[in-house]
């Protein structure tokens, strides 16, 4: 089963996302903050990490910095909701 971490910042849309992805056999866990999220990129090993779309474009770019600098295979992806997660996250594990 592959991992996922997902960073956003609505709980209610990281719940759908995660409700998505749980339902496509996915393990997920997920976060509002960053330092949160680089903590657990640190303490496990996710296959992805799928940043949401209310992510600001500095903050991602940083995430996405910080992640790979500790687990440099993972793959991060943005994410824009729950109808194109799948869709996002698949791409991203074929790259």
Known sequence: MQRV??????QTMIDKVTSTLELEGYSVSSTLS?????DLATSSDFDAV???SGVSEPDRLKLKGD???VQPSTKVAQAHGPESVVTVLRQAFRS
Request: hydrophobic content about 60%; overall charge neutral; cysteine-free.
């Open 5 to 10: 971490l997902i960073v956003g910042r609505q």
């Open 34 to 38: 960053d330092d949160v999220a680089v």
């Open 50 to 52: 799928l940043i949401g």
């Open 67 to 69: 992640v790979l600098r």
